[in-house]
């Protein structure tokens, strides 16, 4: 094993929420430790995210500061893609030396063979989501958004983005979404022998589950409610909450 820790959070929609949110994921991105600790950071960092050729979202830029500067410091920075931020290119790489990750991607986590994805796709309760996921994810639609215009771009998304998000704030659907996906990281880890670990996020539910000896489906819930992120060890996953001082 490794003496490597991880830390995993996701949901935070950076730009769709109050300035408290983003404030205290700063401080907390300002005191992930230095010596090559590795953070991924599973979709969904930011309400919406579309990367141009020579264009950046102004409002993403102290967050992608100290992103920057958790790197010079040698945390390792893994992102994959959410449903409101999937759309990265080389960006990530070429400015941040981050690695990014459109879909889901198996990753070695502190010594654990684990599969870590968004989740969005997996338990949608509407067809309407599921079809939105689709075109959102189509190449034609990627390529036909680039040709707009960045300032109007964002505005359409940010007028629409609980429509993007396929959101709702009944409990009920909340709970079937997450009891969805809590069934298919039990699956593919009873069909995976090799996986240690299932990583999800999307639902916001943080959840912690053993599903055999030394393996777990894991949730860090949703930073956006609540500051919450999880970390991963030599000896296993653990949920925390950020605790701003």
Do not use: C, K
Request: proline letters at 5%.
């Amino acid at each position: 094993m490794t003496t490597e820790t991880v830390f995993v959070l996701s949901d935070a929609h950076l730009g769709g929420v109050p300035d408290a949110v983003a404030s205290a994921l700063h401080r907390f991105l300002d005191a992930v430790p230095r010596g090559g600790d590795h953070l991924v950071i599973n979709g969904d960092l930011f309400e919406f995210w579309f990367e141009y050729d020579r264009v950046i979202p102004r409002r993403a830029f102290p967050t992608l500061a100290r992103l920057a500067a958790a790197r010079e410091r040698g945390v390792r920075l893994t992102l994959t893609g959410g449903n409101h931020d999937r759309w990265g290119r080389g960006f990530w790489q070429r400015e941040l030396g981050a690695g990014f990750h459109p879909g889901p991607v198996e990753l070695t986590l502190a010594g654990w063979r684990s599969l870590v994805a968004h989740g969005d796709g997996l338990g949608e309760q509407h067809r309407g989501a599921r079809v939105l996921h689709a075109v959102t994810r189509h190449p034609l639609t990627v390529a036909a958004f680039r040709w707009i215009h960045p300032d109007l771009g964002h505005r359409l998304v940010e007028r629409f983005s609980g429509i993007l998000g396929g959101r709702t704030r009944d409990p009920q659907v909340l709970d079937r979404a997450a009891a969805a996906q809590d069934a298919w990281a039990r699956a593919t880890l009873a069909a995976r022998s090799d996986l240690d670990l299932v990583v999800l996020g999307h639902t916001h539910r943080p959840v912690l589950a053993a599903v055999g000896e030394r393996r777990w489906y894991l949730n860090a819930g949703a930073w956006m409610d609540g500051f919450r992120y999880a970390v991963i060890t030599e000896r296993g996953p653990e949920l925390r909450t950020y605790l701003p001082q």
